[in-house]
């Protein structure tokens, strides 16, 4: 009987010693790189979650409907609870994430907190990587680079096409002598030079031009008699 009531004696002592590195789990377990939706709180409540992450940089997100009109402040601790990792600054409404880095493998608690509202349904989850962009900025990483690539084309497309419409609508005009280059009026061989190709359409005022519509005014330059601008011409051929 008597070594019964050592025995038992030892177990008590053993449950009142603590264990080293024992590490406290606390909450619902969060798996990395997955969302945990539909989780509640009451009104300026806490929930608690703990998850087992390798050394690296990790970001925690946490959102709800704009519905709920919640509000949120992340803390990250270590597996003893005694250390506080990382907490966010200051609360987000609706949508809150929060970086921190592991300097290597271990459990990190994670108390995520209300501080406005009256309670509601939420998601959250602790990601790495390419993961953590996608948390954080959701479909907007994806549509903002193709509405950037979507307007560089439209632009390329408008400009050529621009260019394509302006070497098709020259009209083709006899010009006098001083109108062409006299470095052209020397040349033997260019000679015969007198066509020389117009805007079909003033810059400046949008009027139609033609040989009537014009004054030369020097080499390769003519004066819209409609606005008085200065329309740039070119040889027909060299």
Known sequence: MRHHHVLLGLVFLMILI???NATAQIGSRLIANQTRSNEHLWGY???LYYA????GSWTIVVSSSSFWGMSFAITVLDADTAIVLAESDRPDQSRASLEFTLE????VNIRVEETAGE????????YNG???????????LIILPVLVVGVIVVIAY???SRSHRSAGQDVRVEAPAFAIPESYRQRPETSDIRTVRLPAKCPSCGASLSQEDIDWTGPLEAKCNYCGSVVRARLEKI
């Open 158 to 160: 408008m400009v050529r």
């Open 45 to 47: 409540s806490t929930g």
């Open 119 to 126: 309670g509601g349904y939420y998601s959250v989850g602790v």
């Open 52 to 55: 087992n992450l390798t050394a």
């Open 104 to 107: 290597e493998s271990s459990l």
């Open 130 to 140: 390419i993961h953590a962009l996608f948390a954080v900025y959701g479909i907007w």
């Open 18 to 20: 603590p264990v080293p």
